[in-house]
């Protein structure tokens, strides 16, 4: 896969697929512009070389073109992150943007209206993707967190670029920090796969099966396992149609020789509330009016040893409810032993929305070696598929 560091775009205009799906409040103020800060550096690359950019995105999931989820509100906090003024296509396609693109200038950046305003570009509409590609001389790709979906803009555009496609700096960095951990990490690689639902991590968690030492399950999906282990689970998150698959997995497991741990206790709550009545039970005895939010001080324990001693350590999906301060002291205690491993020489890969959002709640993330932005990417990443937006740019 090409860098834009392959390419010189003097006097190229440029065509960029950046993920500028940023949250807004109801002003719509931009309230977390990381993800513009994480475009900037490839925007800039292109413009230094003598090129200008044609920058795309969608915003939200607007049902066809909606005020509310229009990309000029961003504007103001582009031009402020870019320190440029930028030009505004209220139209994704047609003469009037044909128009404006042929007219931007070298070092010039223009912002199209969001790709989702158009029904074709979640299609992967071929024609809506040929006019995009018409606007420009070179295509790139800095989008990570789009990058599993096999979108206008993301994957079938790229056909119209051969020789001249390329990954952007975030993308090329999220593809290269997740190999590393994958595919190249330092044993012993431990994995803590966390969140509500086996069902959406059952993938992931087949896959790591064949690259971990450690696999450390935790969250709602924790329960599913106990339940197969025939243990009592009370009122717990249980994915019945499930439990067999987690006997397959517990089995592969030992197969494979890889360490499958579970938590040994937890914080039980008497409903499913932040104010609930709590108490701390071992896993051999979650009463039955009772279900676990959280895990409990000896898993917070055991999973700090594991880590420790671990070399590699991926993270995806929380401990407990964490959102709800009650439940969040497994989360936030993964999250302080992951720092203290990277801090001691671990290699350590955070993804997932809740998981990024447990590391910076507690001021974690600059001890972290590597925070995925993509959290449906990262995931099929881990899972060992090939991402269609990735597969387009090195074909
Ligand atoms: P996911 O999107 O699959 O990563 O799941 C994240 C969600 O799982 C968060 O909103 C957590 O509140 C929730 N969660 C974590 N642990 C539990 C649990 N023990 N019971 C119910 N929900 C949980």
């Known amino acids: 896969m090409k860098t834009v560091d392959d390419f010189n ?3 190229q205009k440029v065509l ?5 799906n940023v949250p807004l409040d109801e002003k719509y103020n931009v309230t977390d512009n990381t993800r513009i800060v994480m475009a900037k550096p490839t925007i800039e690359k292109i413009l230094k070389d003598g090129g200008s950019v044609i920058l795309m995105s969608h915003l939200g999931r607007p049902k066809g073109p909606d005020e509310k989820f229009s990309l000029k509100h961003i504007i103001p906090e582009v031009e402020k992150v870019l320190g440029k003024r930028i030009i505004f296509s209220p139209e994704i396609i047609g003469p009037e943007v044909k128009k404006k693109a042929g007219s931007i200038k070298k070092g010039e950046v223009m912002l199209l209206e969001n790709l989702r305003f158009d029904p074709r570009e979640k299609k992967g509409d071929v024609a809506f993707a040929r006019e995009l590609a018409a606007l420009a001389d070179a295509y790139v790709n800095d989008a990570f967190g789009t990058a599993h ?3 206008a803009s993301t994957t079938v555009v790229a056909r119209f670029f051969p020789g001249k496609k390329a990954a952007g700096y975030l993308l090329a960095n999220e593809v290269k920090n997740i190999k590393k951990a994958l595919e190249e990490g330092e044993h012993p690689i431990t994995a803590i796969i966390g969140g509500a639902k086996v069902s959406s991590k059952l993938g ?4 790591l099966m064949d690259k971990v030492d450690n696999l450390i399950i935790v969250g709602g999906m924790a329960y599913t396992f106990l339940k197969a282990l025939g243990k009592q689970t009370g009122k717990s ?3 019945d149609d499930l439990i067999d698959e987690a006997k397959n997995l517990m089995k592969y497991a030992k197969e494979k020789g ?3 741990v579970l938590p040994v206790d937890f914080i039980v709550a008497d409903d499913f509330s932040p104010g609930a009545n709590t108490k701390i039970v071992d896993a051999d005895h979650i009463p039955e009016e009772w279900m676990g939010l959280d895990i409990g001080p000896e898993t917070i324990n055991l999973l700090d040893k594991v880590i420790k001693q671990s070399k590699t350590i991926i993270w995806n999906g929380p401990a407990g409810v964490f959102e709800w301060d009650a439940f969040s002291k497994g989360t936030r205690s993964i999250a302080q032993s992951i720092a203290e491993a990277t801090n001691q020489g671990a290699f350590s890969l955070v993804g997932g929305g809740d998981s990024v959002a447990a590391v910076k709640k507690y001021g974690l993330q600059d001890k972290i070696s590597y925070i995925s932005t993509g959290g449906g990417a990262m995931l099929e ?3 060992g598929k090939d991402l269609p ?3 387009a740019l090195e074909d």
């Open 381 to 383: 990443m881990l899972e």
């Open 16 to 20: 960029v697929r950046v993920d500028f």
């Open 258 to 260: 890889v360490d499958l």
């Open 389 to 391: 937006a990735i597969k």
């Open 204 to 207: 992931v968690i087949k896959n």
């Open 149 to 151: 979906r096999a979108h």
């Open 9 to 11: 775009y003097n006097n």
């Open 237 to 239: 998150l249980v994915e």
